[in-house]
């Protein structure tokens, strides 16, 4: 049990539409990072958020945007959805303290079609 | 620029037999290394981590891993698998205290009765 709980577990979207996916962290988890799995592939790295600002981006377009809240939840907003966008998207948090330790939550399994 | 290369894809290995799955990261700097394992259609679980300190590191379920700086490798080891290790291995990388990983392709261990 990491504490990080994301929202929905599944969706399907169509092509062109726009997507929020949700986490919620633990208290105190002041830094929250999302990564993109596709199929087959290791997770990678879109972006962070630190105290509600964004802190480091990864090679993904902008149309991938999120929100920090203080009560440690954030969203993951894509916009324009294509069919390469299918994909388990990961939330990962961790404290001020981590030792470089962040905790997965289960995943948003997106479809696009 | 960081990258993770993990050379096996699949990894069979019958109950209790041992199992190495290999790592080899570049780096022009100093990286922070780690081990997840991903359970079907779970997130990703931390198994061990290297921060500093001594090469060989020990995290849960029995497996443990070494740093090996001159090779720029971080392999993963268990003397006896079992059925329930039978899941996805990641190995990833970080740099500083910035919460950035890299994460290689993955390696599906495949355990036989």
């Known amino acids: 049990e990491t504490g990080v709980t994301q929202s929905p577990t599944h969706l399907i979207k169509t092509r062109g539409q726009q997507v929020t996916l949700r986490c919620s962290s633990q208290s105190g988890h002041n830094t929250v990072s999302w990564y993109q799995q596709a199929l087959g592939q290791g997770p990678q790295f879109i972006f962070q958020y630190y105290r509600e600002e964004e802190n480091g981006r990864g090679n993904f377009p902008p149309r991938f945007s999120g929100l920090q809240f203080p009560n440690y939840s954030s969203e993951l907003n894509v916009n324009a959805l294509e069919l390469d966008d299918s994909a388990l998207y990961l939330c990962a948090s961790s404290p001020e303290d981590s030792g470089n330790t962040i905790y997965f939550g289960e995943g948003s399994w997106l479809t696009v079609v | 620029a960081q990258s993770v290369t993990q050379l096996d894809s699949q990894v069979p290995v019958f109950e209790e037999a041992p199992v190495e799955l290999r790592c080899n990261y570049s780096s022009s700097v100093s990286v922070y290394l780690f081990w997840y394992v991903q359970y079907p259609n779970q997130g990703l679980q931390l198994l061990l981590k290297?921060?500093?300190?001594?090469?060989l590191v020990k995290g849960i379920n029995g497996f443990e891993a070494e740093f090996n700086k001159s090779q720029t490798s971080f392999h993963l080891r268990k003397p006896s698998v079992h059925i329930s290790d039978t899941a996805e291995y990641f190995c990833?990388?970080?740099?500083?205290?910035?919460?950035?990983?890299?994460f290689g392709s993955g390696t599906k261990l495949n355990v036989k009765p």
């Open positions: 290297y921060l500093s300190g001594s090469t």
């Open positions: 990833a990388v970080s740099v500083g205290n910035f919460n950035k990983f890299y």
